[in-house]
T-cell receptor, first 115, second 114 residues
Framework: AQKVTQAQTEISVVEKEDVTLDCVYE???????LFWYKQPPSGELVFLIR??????QNEISGRYSWNFQKSTSSFNFTITASQVVDSAVYFC????????????FGTGTSLTVIP | KAGVTQTPRYLIKTRGQQVTLSCSPI?????VSWYQQTPGQGLQFLFE???????NKGNFPGRFSGRQFSNSRSEMNVSTLELGDSALYLC?????????????FGQGTRLTVV
């Protein structure tokens, strides 16, 4: 069975602080993809990143960076120098072989950036 | 390029009624998936359609059904509504619907059952 755990329910930081959102996943599949999505108050899920199970390279995109470690089954997301516009709910998700477009989502982390 | 369009954005229905939600995917995308989002259960997969065929189904009762048309637009139907069906229903479209393709989500339909 597949499972994604986001232990942090809510996080508050002051603007310009760095913040890391944790994600731990479980799967027995050797081929899988991990995702991060952002959900602003408007409701739609905005794609942030996709990483396959064979690529453990960390990735940086502007103020965003992701750390994928298969040894600990974690795919953590760091926002550097947070801004008020980063306030949203962030979801980590897992997709495995032969389940098409089915995502297994974590419960989400609500991030509030205080000005 | 137009995004994923879900209609209506808001709905209020009475217990026992049925409801139909619509999702128009991005042009060229053949896969449409539906998710239910509630505060208690989070985001849960309902089903996926690809080229008019249901390819995958989540663990929901038969009251939840869907279909996809030849233009890839999809509808989901919930019959005999229950209070617990109150949720944000999100649809996602992707070109191929495989796990390695990016999925784009609509803004959702917020259904309230009273």
């Amino acid at each position: 069975a597949q499972k994604v755990t986001q232990a942090q329910t809510e996080i508050s930081v002051v603007e310009k602080e760095d913040v890391t959102l944790d994600c731990v996943y479980e799967t027995r599949d050797t081929t899988y993809y991990l995702f991060w999505y952002k959900q602003p108050p408007s409701g739609e899920l905005v794609f942030l990143i996709r990483r396959n199970s064979f690529d453990e390279q960390n990735e940086i995109s502007g103020r965003y960076s992701w750390n994928f470690q298969k040894s600990t089954s974690s795919f953590n997301f760091t926002i550097t120098a947070s801004q008020v516009v980063d306030s949203a709910v962030y979801f980590c998700a897992l997709s495995v072989t032969n389940t098409g477009n089915q995502f297994y989502f974590g419960t989400g982390t609500s991030l509030t950036v205080i000005p | 390029k137009a995004g994923v369009t879900q209609t209506p954005r808001y709905l209020i229905k009475t217990r026992g009624q049925q409801v139909t939600l619509s999702c128009s995917p991005i042009s060229g995308h053949r896969s449409v998936s539906w998710y239910q989002q509630t505060p208690g259960q989070g985001l849960q997969f309902l089903f996926e359609y690809f080229s008019e065929t249901q390819r995958n189904k989540g663990n929901f009762p038969g009251r939840f059904s869907g279909r996809q048309f030849s233009n890839s637009r999809s509808e989901m139907n919930v019959s005999t509504l229950e209070l617990g069906d109150s949720a944000l229903y999100l649809c996602a479209s992707s070109r191929q619907g495989s796990m390695n393709t990016e999925a784009f989500f609509g803004q959702g339909t917020r259904l309230t059952v009273v």
